[in-house]
């Protein structure tokens, strides 16, 4: 089929992501992190990463709130669930759906702005959700105590074609349980669909257009391009994406919470995508990955692993050494989280992918210097 | 009637607040073109200092008496606070004032925070996209905050208000109504007077004094101010670490209102940004006419008539007062040509 072709190089990233992807319980292994929750969780946010990453890598348009279109997501699939099947197929067509027709309305006003307002209007809109979810739309978002299924739900669907089962069901594929490791490459084949599409959009026209409103948007306009509708398809898309990765949240784990649409959120995904390489196909992935691993790992360990991990040390200093480790990890995750993103930032603006092409330029000298190809963040102007 | 002028005054306070920290995130964003959003977190520092101060003043050193008994049978234990054991009564009275007195921790403390980190870090992001400003502060912020979680743990710490202005005060009979109609609490009189004194000071700093005068030369036009021989980055360090006090005396005073946690300073920052692009980027005194103004309205917002018309208006007012704001004034309501915009 035609949109199946493309060139050698983008079928070459394509094909090894793939592979790594797949593979991820086997190499994950002697990591320690082979286990489906976390592979899922690793999976799922490399999703909502390359969506934001089509909005800011490409247009350079620093949205802050996209915490709120994976919630929307999460909420929809959740009440998919709820009324019609426990079928994950139309819970994510739900999910994007909605979560597309909210991004267009935020969109078509906050893209009416640019620079440090854009982020403030998405911001705050992103709020307004947050704030009305939790307050106000309790009757659709049960509040606090977040949305989940019951035993006295409809499912329409479900139950007109089976008996109801007797405890709560869980989300499937055309009948298959998606549990553990099936929930894992549900959400893996679904991640290598949403990187196909990035590709085509990274290599199309179109995204050809988005860059070019990002490096400048005014030489744009003066060549008799509107630049709105353009910038505007890609925020539908980017909150879509979040959608999509709101509802594999909602499948792998039918409950949507109001946390998910919190600001700290948005600032999450920002920050996976910063580290990662902004604008770059593969970064988004890698500092979603990063970030969720370390989280998952760093979060684990408590003072005695930290106090076992310096023994090799003198016996007077093991002590005042593991006591400032230990602020670093467990519960400080944080901490490091946050100076390693003031590191990155300071050292490293295009993330790891940067560092990647740096330490490549040293081996091939013959190369051009990397400035060339260095993603610069820029706000969209 | 009664009821609108109350929520007027319970808007007050609050605004301070908002007005406060728009103000120190306009002084630094007009002098030093950066977008801060570690400003929140300078709040919160500010509010750990007063925290900080308590702890030191109530030490106490404890004695094990064993000639009378506690209730269950172990010696008594009596503790005496150092500063009472070393003041006697004044001590005392130190103890109880300890949050206004504060103030005088938090000002040398907050000033070296702000030029340190102007100096560390914020120095290298002039010349960088707001992008990156943006980021790289707010993963200051992100630093600043765990190091108060891992210090001061995640529980909020109540501060008491002075015992003697701990009561309510009839504003009501200040205007004729009758005694008692409108009463409002002492501390948050004193706090919105605070705010507007700090508010007045910088101002007065800004406009009458010749240190003043070059900066605000500076935020015109920095080149030419460079060019005539001035040294307008080291200004422009001092005014970022007299922002930071700023922020840090609105945090001081805010701690019996709000028991400070470590992580307040992002709630207010997030509203503080809003009330500064409400209020025109770079523009001081739109930051504290909008400060007020959103804290009153949201104040408003809450009135239980209100919120039967539109039912959770008064989550959303702030941030519904912005988008309107943007979209039919993309300056902000007192915003200067140009700022932000290219």
Not at chain 1, 103 to 119: D, E, K, P, V
Not at chain 1, 280 to 286: E, N, R, S
Not at chain 2, 191 to 198: C, N
Not at chain 2, 205 to 223: I, K, N, P, S
């Amino acid at each position: 089929m035609d949109i199946f072709r493309m060139p050698r190089r983008d079928l070459i990233v394509f094909v090894i992501f793939a592979a790594v992807v797949l593979a991820m319980p086997v190499w994950l292994q002697p990591l320690g992190a082979a286990y489906p929750a976390l592979m899922q969780k690793l999976v799922i946010s490399a999703v909502f990463a390359i969506g934001f990453n089509i909005l800011f890598g490409l247009t350079g348009y620093l949205s802050f709130g996209h915490a709120a279109f994976l919630g929307v997501g999460s909420y929809t699939a959740v009440w998919s669930f709820k009324l019609f099947t426990m079928d994950a197929i139309p819970a994510i067509i739900f999910a994007v759906l909605v979560s597309g027709l909210f991004a267009l309305a935020i969109g078509y006003l906050s893209l009416r702005r640019s620079g440090i307002y854009f982020s403030i209007l998405t911001l705050a809109f992103a709020q307004m959700c947050y704030n009305l979810a939790y307050s106000v739309l309790t009757p659709i978002t049960n509040g606090e105590t977040s949305l989940q299924l019951t035993l006295r739900d409809p499912r329409l669907i479900d139950t007109a074609l089976a008996p109801r089962p007797a405890g709560l069901p869980s989300a499937g594929l055309f009948g298959n349980e998606l549990n553990g490791l099936e929930g894992f490459y549900f959400c893996a084949v679904v991640l290598l669909i949403a990187f196909f599409i990035t590709q085509k959009i990274f290599s199309s026209p179109f995204g050809m257009m988005l860059r070019a409103i990002k490096s400048n948007q005014t030489r744009m306009n003066y060549t008799g391009f509107n630049t709105r509708p353009y910038t505007l398809t890609a925020f539908v898309i980017s909150g879509m994406y979040a959608g999509l990765a709101g509802a594999l949240f909602a499948i792998t784990d039918p409950l949507a919470g109001t946390e998910r649409m919190q600001w700290t959120a948005s600032g999450e995904v920002v920050l996976m995508t910063i580290l990662g390489g902004v604008g770059t196909l593969v970064g988004p992935v890698l500092g979603a990955w990063l970030i969720e691993y370390f989280e998952n790992i760093f979060s684990a360990f408590n003072e005695n692993v930290v106090h076992r991990f310096f023994s090799f040390l003198p016996a007077e200093i093991v002590d005042p050494v593991t006591a400032v480790a230990s602020k670093f990890v467990g519960e400080g995750w944080h901490l490091t989280l946050g100076l390693l993103f003031v590191l990155v930032v300071v050292f490293l603006p295009g993330g790891i992918m940067e560092g990647v092409r740096r330490i490549g330029g040293l081996f091939n000298r013959r190369s051009p210097p990397t400035s060339s190809g260095a993603v610069r963040v820029q706000p969209a102007e | 009637m009664d009821a609108i002028l109350a929520q007027l005054l319970n808007g007050l306070d609050k605004g301070g607040a908002y007005a406060l920290i728009a103000l120190g995130l306009t002084l630094v964003f007009g002098t030093l073109g950066v977008v801060n959003f570690a400003h929140g977190a300078l709040f919160m520092l500010g509010a750990f200092c007063a925290v900080t101060f308590r702890q030191l003043i109530t030490l106490e050193t404890v004695v094990l008496d064993p000639e009378q008994l506690s209730p269950w049978g172990a010696p008594l234990e009596i503790r005496t606070p150092l500063a009472q054991s070393w003041f006697g009564d004044f001590g005392a009275v130190l103890v109880d004032y300890s949050v206004p007195l504060s103030i005088l921790l938090a000002i040398p403390v907050m000033l070296l925070i702000g030029i340190a980190m102007e100096r560390g870090i914020i120095k290298h992001f002039y010349k960088r996209p707001h992008a990156e400003q943006i980021l790289v502060t707010f993963g200051l912020a992100i630093v600043l905050q765990e190091i108060v979680k891992a210090v001061f743990g995640p529980n909020p710490w109540s501060q008491p208000i002075p015992s003697s202005v701990r009561g309510a005060f009839d504003v009501g009979s200040l205007i004729g109504l009758a005694p008692g109609a409108l009463t409002y609490p002492l501390w948050r009189l004193i706090y919105f007077l605070f705010s507007i004194g700090v508010i007045g000071a910088v101002f007065a700093f800004l406009r009458f004094t010749t240190f003043g005068m070059v900066v605000r030369a500076g935020m015109a036009d920095r080149e030419t101010v460079g060019i005539l021989g001035i040294n307008i980055d080291r200004r422009f360090t001092i005014m970022f670490g007299i922002a930071a006090v700023v922020a840090g005396l609105a945090g001081v005073m805010y701690t019996p209102l709000l028991p400070p946690t470590y992580s307040q300073g992002m709630d207010f920052l997030v509203l503080s940004f809003v009330v500064v692009v409400v209020g025109g980027m770079g523009s001081l005194p739109g930051a504290v006419t909008a400060g007020f103004l959103l804290g009153i309205l949201q104040s408003f917002a809450s009135m239980n008539e209100i919120k039967q018309i539109i039912p959770g208006i008064d989550q959303i007012i702030i941030y519904l007062i912005a988008v309107v704001i943007l979209l039919v004034r993309p300056r902000g309501l007192m915003g200067r040509r140009g700022m932000m915009e290219s």
